[in-house]
Each structure stands twice: as C-alpha cells, then as structure tokens.
C-alpha cells in the first residue's frame, strides 16, 4: 500500500512518541497491515512506564509504578504475555499513623474485615456496602473505556447508536443508582467517604486514590470520580487490584514494542519531532528537530493534547477556538517521585512482624485533614511539607528488580508543583524536595537513611522534561467531569480525531485517560481503521 | 494446641468456636470450612451417616459461627417493627419467630430468628454480618444494637431422639417446650438457654450458652447421648437437610440486597415465597411501599420447589420451558438427592408463568460418566418446596423418638 502511493517512501502512520499508548496504536495499526513508524525523542522507549538502571543492578519504574488498568483485552489481542510480560497482584497495602498504630489492608476478607474492626467495627462492615457501590459505578463505566464517545451533537448513526448505549446502560441502573452515579462524577472523595466511615483512619487511607495524580485536595469536588478512576482495573478478573509488571513499568512497553516489531513495525529512538506538517489541510508527515523530514498519510500524536497542539504543530493550521480551548485545557503537575536503591529492607516497627501488608502500597498520611494540608501548600507554590506519598518495595515479590537481598523503592509523592513560588526548579530545590520525602518515611522508618544507596529525585519539572508530559502531569490532563466521556480532551473532538486531516490523538488526553490503561492507544487505532475502512484485530 | 490465641488475623484470619478443642479432634477427614469469620467443621467422618443421624437419631452442630445481635432498650420493639416485615408486636416474651427484612426498594436483606428475651430486649440471630444496616435503621430508636457473636456459644441438638439426650443429660424440663419456645434451663452446672428451633426440619432444640461453659455443655450432651445415637455433624450434612425442609440458604438461594452489584439480582419476599412474613396490617415497615407495589402487580420470577427425574442432583442448572431448550424460565439455586424422600429434589428461580405447582419444567443437567460428559435435558414438576415435614418435629411433648 505504501510503496505504491508515493516515491519516496511514505508511512501509512507516524506515531509521534513511543509511550505505552502510542505502542498500543502502533501494535493494532501494524496487526491491521499498515506500515507503521513509531518515532521517539528518547534514546529508550515507553514514556512514562519504563524501567530503567541508573545505579547497579538496581531496576527502577521511573514513572508510573503500579499496574491495573492496563486493559486485558489489549493483553490478549497483542499477545504482551508472549512477549514477556508478566503482571503480579500485590499482597495488600496499610497507612502508618503518626501515634505509632497502623491500619493494613488483606486480601483475605475475613482479616481484613478483622484488621478494619480494630479501628472501627462499624467501618469494618460498612467497607462492604463501600466496594459495593465502586463496584456498581465501575460496572457501569467500564464498558465505556474500550469504546469511542459518541458526540452529543452528532446526528451521524454510530453517535446516535453509541449515546443510546450510554442512556440505556444509564437509564437500566434505575433511579436511585442514576442519581448516585452522578453524585459520584462530581462530589468529593471525603463527602463520599463520610457516607461510608466513621473512623479517621480508614477514611484517609481510603482517599488516597482520589488524589493521585490529580492537582485538587480530597474536599474538592470531582475528587471521588478520581478514586474510582483507580478502582476501574483488575487483575485476573479481581476488581480493583493492583500489581507490579515483573521487571518494571518497563516491561509493558517492552512487550509493547517487541509485539509490534514481531508485526512488522519499526521503531525509530533519538528521533525527536519538531513539527507535524499540514498542508491543505491535512497532514502530510513530520519533520524531526535535525530537519528531516517523515512522510506519512497519518499522524498518531502520543503527546499530550497541549503538548501536541501548542508545540508540535502550527497554530496557523488550527482553528482558533480549538486553540483556545487547547490552552485551557487543565493538565497541572501535582506529582513528584523517588527511586530509592536501599542497602536492605526498611523497618517499618508500626506494622507487627510477619504481616503482608507491606508487599503492598504504604502510605503515612492518617487523616482527611493531613492531606487537605498537604494539597494546600501546592496550592502555595511548594511541595507538602508533610506529603502523601504512596511507597512501594517491588523488590520484596520482584526478584528481578534489585540484587538479592538489596531493595528497590518507588515513592509517588502527592503534591509537588510545576513551578515554585520561591524560584525556578534547580539542584538544590530537588534536593530539599528529596530530603522533605526521605525525613517523611523516616519518621516511619528508624534506621532509614542509611540504607539509601543512591536515589533519584523527580519534580514535576524533571517528568516534563524527560517524558514530555506537559507539567509532568501523569494523567495528560486532570481526570473531572469537564475533562471526561464526549468532553475529553476538548468538546468535540473526542473521537480521537482532531482538526486536522490525518492527525490523531492517541495518548491518555482523550478518552478514557490516564493510568497505564492502554484504552486511548487502542481506541484510537480503531477509529483510524474505520476511517481508513478497515477492521481491528479482536 | 489453641493457637488461635496468639496468632494475629493476618497470619490466622479465621476464628476458632469454643467447641473446637472438642469437634477437632472427632472431625476424621479434615474437612473444615470458613462460616462467617470461624474456621467450622464440613464433615467429621462421612456426609451419608451424619445425615442420617439427622432423619434416624441425634445430632449435633456447632452453631456458634451464626451472628447475633443484642437488640434491648425502650424503643427496641418499635425498632424490630419498622425492621422487620412480620409484626413483631404479636411475639411474646420467650418465643421466637422466623422473620425477614428488606431494603427501601423491598429487596430482602436477610433472613433470621428473632427471639424476645425480655420485655425490652431481644436477639436477633442471622446469617451475615449487617451492624452497618442496623445501625443506620436505629437512627431515632432509644434503642443498643450490639453484635454478641463471640459472647454466645450455640449448639444445634436435632434429631427424633434428641429430646431423649436432653432428658438423659438431666435437661427434662426441656421437655415441655413447643416449637419456638425458649426456656433457661441448667446443663450440669451451666445456665443454658434453650429454644426449640432448628434447620432440619426435624424434632431439634438450639442450646445457647456462654463461652466458657461450652465444652462442659458439649460433654454432657455427648455422654448422655451415647445410647441415642448422638454423633457431632459438619454443615454439608445439616445442608441436604435444610433443603428437604424447604428452607433458604443465604447467599446460595438469594443474595441479601447488601451485596448485589448487578441490576435485577436482589430478590422480594413475593418472589421468594416468604410473602407469607409479610404484614401489611401492621403499619409501617421498611421496604413496605415498594412491596404494595409488587403486591399488586404481582412477581415476575418465583422460588418453588422441583421434584426431578432421574437421580441426578441438578447442580447449577438452567430451566427451560421445553426438552427443546428454546425459552429459559431460569435456574437451579440449590439441588440435592433427598435420601429420605428418594426424591431428586431442587429449589429454582422460574418465571411467573411456570411458578404454579404441578407446572413442568426442563431442566439442563450435566452428567460425569467416567470424565465423558453429557448433557440431559431431565423433566421436572413445581412442588411444595418442604419436601419433608415429619409430624414428630411439632409433637409436644415429643415422643421418645
């Protein structure tokens, strides 16, 4: 098909950044039959979900950290396990708090239900009308993920039939449930966890997930939508469970790119885009930051929808009020992260010898109120003096991510601005942000500091500079009700398609957005084959 | 020997009763099961005799695992009635009543046994745990919910001969309770309180006790009934049991409407049969709106009771309308070879339309030949759903055996 439509040689697509959505479209475009290239500005692929050594034998997820939404039909249809990917369920979780006691999440329901009943017996059996109603909303949103948004404004067939598909599926929870969805979509984590819990503590650990990644504070609104966001994946069809890639983040793009060099796809690294050229119109390829220049019928753009729009192409090829409304679009870095080399497993002497729950997600922040502070110095133009963070040794299940008997932590930090009050991002601000972190888990940790062995420290600055993501926001743009379904990344153009002829978006700015789900990659490569009429690979 | 003491819930998530230093040892096959938060005994030496110790002699079950709620104070009978369907301004002081209760949308949360202690206070013994509903429905109710499952230790003593072990273990003036009666009696030294109710649907008597007296109760019962026959049995025998008498299993024949997460799969009382606990006649109850509503209209799918050819349990089966398997009418919710009846006997959920006893069914069974599977399309009749009720179980005074 290529060699014939042009002289030189021109690609059916150019993907523009190999990040993990972007490999998800190459995989399904090259499964299609298309000739495919997949250009990345770093000398490594994945974007955000790598594994990188940057001490020894020591294997960080730099970015992202944890895995669960990475849908398992995509798993299937581009056969990941056959290219070595691996995902592995954690074996629970628990929040320190600052008087010594601790609150541990089990697998097994029963120690779990006791474990809750320690702090509150009441919590302990209303955590089950909890998980019942997430699991309600989940069920009704999750069909929504692998499927395109209708546009509310179309009166073509396939919208028409895809808003009916949202009304019936609405319309069928009856009118209670219809009303708490909506509540759902727009209230906050802590209004919605009041309805369930009366102790501090479950509440706090609870709301963690309606933070992450997201620049608002567990009292604002839109909040509890981001909670359930997290509670949308699943791991060999257990609801909300979360997991390591064995090997790192990286081994999901790893797989990625390995199923689509096995169809035929070729990768390009170093290969940094400067512009997405338009003529007529419609888009005719890409030129690189050294000049040359990439021709293609079709353009993927993995970047984010600012990053896209505002740096990759010519405002002169876009229509002005989707400019606008490109601008606006809210993608705020909140988030920070550390990757820890540790000399050998931390103490931890608020959680009894022997307990699972430190294979898992550990946090230390034990109220509402503790992290409403923390997201109100962001908000100040500083990092949380007392920050939420979210800590994981992979190392304890991952035999492969550290030498035997060494240690590998990944700490996500929740709230780091973009940019400081006090001045510019630089070495020493890095480094105190990094010790504000590291005194945090001491508190926890006797003993900790000195089994640091090297530890790299990234601001919301770092991630934008190194993955590309605009403010380092890890979403590509803030998960609310104004930036989500038919609105997402902007009204109107939710459908992966955009102004330009040929040019698509592909990363998690459109729909359903962030979170290593693969859904916005896969999404997009089946609108382009419907354009191009064509049929995906099931 | 008892680590459950010492062992934290991560390492020991499932509690032990305190009749398990004395059923551990007798439970030949190792088949334990988690009932409710306790590690429970499935069988002690073959399903078959305990069953039989059921229908023929005495037995008996630890029944500790079942949760139970303290319900007392001044508003405590006006709570139970707007709780519960049944009214429960007509239960006297020392008798106890099946009941059930239901959501805002007349979904039925549970089923369980209501006994009146006092006055003013009551237990309330049921199948899951539900603190968070009933606190919520205490709201304005001068009224303590408390949960007491590990305060009390309960023993299921049923069988024709188990008034005869009460008698031998000097417990004859048990004798004189009529079915839902409660009396307080002394085992040996230990005050026991005992009611007689069951789920067998035999002759059986429920001993409650304290704790610390349970394995003295367990002895003397065990002792006195060398010469009934008595033998301790596991929940897989007292199950086919249950289902000959017609009674539901929580979350096997219905889910409680706490935990359905799908549309459509919680289930009214009409639809359940229980329709009968219902009394509009009382005045308010929770979920009464709704099921005037479904009372008028009428249920769409109902539980009944189905007498199946062939002895071949109907595990899991869907129903059709014919042999054809063209139109479903719905499915098997529990299946068991009754080896009293002789009968191949199943509980289901069907449509309305072939609800009315004495309607046939097709049912879809899956045979094991020698790991060779075949599929059997079995004709069914809608019956009573108690499949047995002996005259002996309502004697009173019962008869020797």
Not at chain 2, 59 to 85: E, F, H, Q, S, W
Not at chain 2, 164 to 191: N, T, Y
Request: glycine share 8%; hydrophobic share 40%.
């Amino acid at each position: 098909m290529s060699a014939r439509t042009a002289p030189r040689r021109e690609h059916d697509a150019i993907i523009v950044g190999a990040g993990h959505n972007g490999l998800v479209a190459a995989c399904y475009l090259a499964r299609a039959g298309l000739d495919v290239l997949v250009l990345e500005r770093n000398p490594f692929v994945g974007g955000a979900a790598v594994s990188r050594r940057l001490y020894g034998e020591f294997t960080y997820s730099n970015c992202s950290y944890v895995c669960s939404l990475l849908r398992p039909e995509i798993i299937r249809a581009l056969e990941l396990p056959k290219f070595g990917l691996q995902i592995i369920p954690y074996e629970g979780g628990c929040t320190m708090m600052r008087d010594g006691g601790h609150l541990a999440l089990y697998d097994n329901h029963d120690a779990l239900r006791r474990e809750i009943g320690r702090h509150s017996k009441r919590d302990a059996e209303a955590y089950e009308r909890y998980s019942r109603d997430v699991m309600r909303q989940c069920k009704f949103i999750k069909p929504m993920l692998m499927r395109e948004p209708p546009d509310p404004t179309s009166f073509k067939p396939r919208d028409i039939a895809e808003l009916l598909f949202l009304a019936r599926r609405f319309h069928g929870l009856g009118e209670r449930r219809m009303a708490d969805t909506l509540r759902f979509w727009t209230m906050s984590a802590a209004d919605f966890l009041d309805e369930y819990f009366e102790s501090e503590i479950v509440k706090a650990h609870f709301a963690g997930s309606s933070i992450i990644g997201t620049a608002l504070g567990p009292r604002s609104p839109g909040t509890a939508y981001v909670l359930l966001h997290h509670y949308m994946g699943d791991i060999d069809d257990t609801v909300g469970a979360w997991g390591f890639a064995r090997g790192g983040m990286g081994a999901i793009s790893n797989a990625l790119a390995a199923s689509f060099g096995a169809s035929g796809g070729r990768i390009r690294a170093d290969a940094p885009v400067a512009r997405i050229l338009v003529k007529g119109g419609r888009t005719r390829g890409v030129v690189l930051e050294d000049g040359e220049e990439l021709a293609a019928r079709l353009v993927l753009s993995n970047l984010d929808v600012r990053r896209t729009f505002l740096r990759t192409m010519d405002p002169q090829d876009l229509p002005p009020d989707f400019l606008r409304q490109v601008r606006n679009f809210k993608i705020r870095g909140s988030s920070g992260k550390l990757n820890i080399a540790l000399d050998g497993l931390p103490r931890f002497p608020a959680i009894p010898p022997e307990s699972p729950c430190t294979r898992g997600d550990m946090h230390v922040t034990d109220t509402i109120e503790m992290m409403e502070r923390a997201y109100d110095d962001w908000k100040d133009g500083r990092w949380s003096r007392a920050p939420y963070i979210d800590m994981l040794i992979p190392s304890q299940i991952d035999p492969t991510m550290a030498p035997n008997g060494k240690h590998y932590m990944s700490v996500f930090v929740q709230y780091c601005p973009y940019e400081l009050a006090e001045g510019p991002w630089n070495d020493t601000r890095r480094r105190a942000f990094g010790d504000t972190v590291i005194e945090t888990i001491a508190r926890h940790s006797p003993g900790f500091k000195d089994l640091i062995l090297h530890a790299e420290i990234r601001t919301p600055w770092d991630i934008e500079n190194e993955v590309g993501l605009t403010e380092g926001n890890i979403f590509q743009g803030e998960l609310t009700m104004d930036q989500l379904l038919f609105n997402r990344p902007i009204p109107g153009y939710a459908q992966y398609r955009t102004p330009v002829a040929g040019v698509y978006l592909c990363g998690s700015s459109a729909h359903p957005g962030g979170g290593v789900m693969g859904a916005p990659g896969a999404n997009a490569a089946r609108a382009v084959l419907r354009d191009l009429g064509r049929k995906a690979a099931a | 020997m008892d680590d459950s003491v010492s062992a934290p819930h991560f390492l020991k998530p499932l509690l032990r009763t305190p009749f398990h230093r004395r059923a551990r040892p007798l439970c030949q096959v190792e088949e334990f099961i988690a009932w409710a938060g306790y590690s429970t005994v499935d069988v002690f030496t073959t399903m078959e005799q305990e069953y039989f110790a059921i229908r023929n002699a005495a037995t008996l079950y630890d029944l500790t695992p079942m949760v139970k709620y303290r319900i007392a104070g001044p508003d405590a009978l006006d709570y139970l009635n707007r709780l519960i369907t049944r009214d429960v301004t007509k239960l006297k002081v020392g008798r106890v009543a099946y009941c059930i209760w239901c959501d805002d949308a007349g979904l039925l949360i549970d089923d369980g046994t209501l006994f009146r202690l006092s006055e003013r206070e009551f237990r309330l013994c049921t199948a899951m745990r539900q603190i968070d509903w009933l606190a919520a429905a205490a709201i304005g109710f001068d009224v303590v919910v408390e949960e007491v499952t590990e305060q009390v230790a309960a023993l299921a003593l049923q069988g024709p001969t188990s008034a005869s072990v009460l008698r031998a273990a000097g417990l004859d003036a048990a004798m004189r309770l009529k079915p839902f009666e409660i009396g307080h009696f002394e085992a040996g030294a230990a005050p026991v309180m005992i009611s007689r109710t069951g789920y067998t649907g035999d002759l059986g008597y429920e001993l409650w006790m304290n704790p610390a007296d349970a394995e003295a109760v367990w002895d003397l019962l065990m002792t006195a009934g060398r010469t009934w026959g008595l033998r301790p049995i596991g929940s897989r025998a007292l199950n086919v049991a249950r289902l000959e008498a017609g009674f539901l299993s929580p979350n096997v024949d219905f889910l409680s409407a706490l935990h359905t997460i799908r549309v459509g799969t919680g289930r009214n009382p009409f639809e359940l049969g229980l329709d009968w606990l219902l009394d509009f006649g009382k005045g308010h109850f929770n979920g009464r709106r709704a099921l005037e509503q479904v009372r008028r209209a009428g249920p769409s799918v109902r539980l009944v009771g189905l007498d199946i050819d062939g002895n071949k349990p109907a595990h899991d089966a869907l129903i059709y309308a014919g042999a054809s398997a063209r139109r479903r009418l719905g499915a098997v919710t529990s299946a068991v070879w009754s080896p009293t009846c002789k009968r191949n006997i199943a509980l289901a959920i069907v449509d309305a339309s072939h609800a009315a006893l004495g309607s046939t069914v097709w049912v879809e069974i899956y045979l094991n030949r020698e790991l060779v599977w075949e599929r059997r399309m079995a004709r069914a009749r809608v019956v009573d759903r108690v499949f047995f009720a002996p005259e002996r179980r309502r004697a009173t005074p019962p008869a020797d055996f």
